[in-house]
Nanobody, 117 residues
Framework: QAHLVESGGGLVQAGGSLRLSCKAP???????????MNWYRQSPGKERELIAT???????NYAESVKGRFTISRDNGKRTVYLQMNSLKPEDTGVYFC????????WGQGTQVTVSS
């Protein structure tokens, strides 16, 4: 069983929305609940970049490129982190991954998001 399982990606027109999910099925509940969790994006030809963070207290922080459009949230009981993406732009295209902020787990396969203009 994978450490991290991302889902929810797809093809969407510019201006549309998607909701990504990241489940950490192997994490102990208490460990997940206290973990800072991140969403990352790897766009074609670019390095993986950090785009959103959520603390154990559910405070979110965002890269400037997504601020005001994306919202990160978590459901500890489901060991799941979400990324609500609104007002999508073609430059949001990429593979989206999640991981713990420190003591990172083996990366999942990610979920592909493609935004057409």
């Amino acid at each position: 069983q994978a450490h991290l399982v991302e889902s929810g990606g797809g093809l969407v027109q510019a201006g549309g929305s998607l909701r990504l999910s990241c489940k950490a099925p192997r994490m102990i509940l208490s460990t997940f609940s206290s973990a800072i969790m991140n969403w990352y994006r790897q766009s074609p030809g670019k390095e993986r970049e950090l785009i959103a963070t959520i603390t154990a207290d559910r405070n979110g922080n965002y890269a400037e490129s997504v601020k005001g459009r994306f919202t990160i949230s978590r459901d500890n009981g489901k060991r799941t982190v979400y990324l609500q993406m609104n007002s999508l732009k073609p430059e949001d295209t990429g593979v989206y991954f999640c991981n713990r902020d420190i003591q990172q787990l083996p990366w999942g396969q990610g979920t592909q998001v493609t935004v057409s203009s």
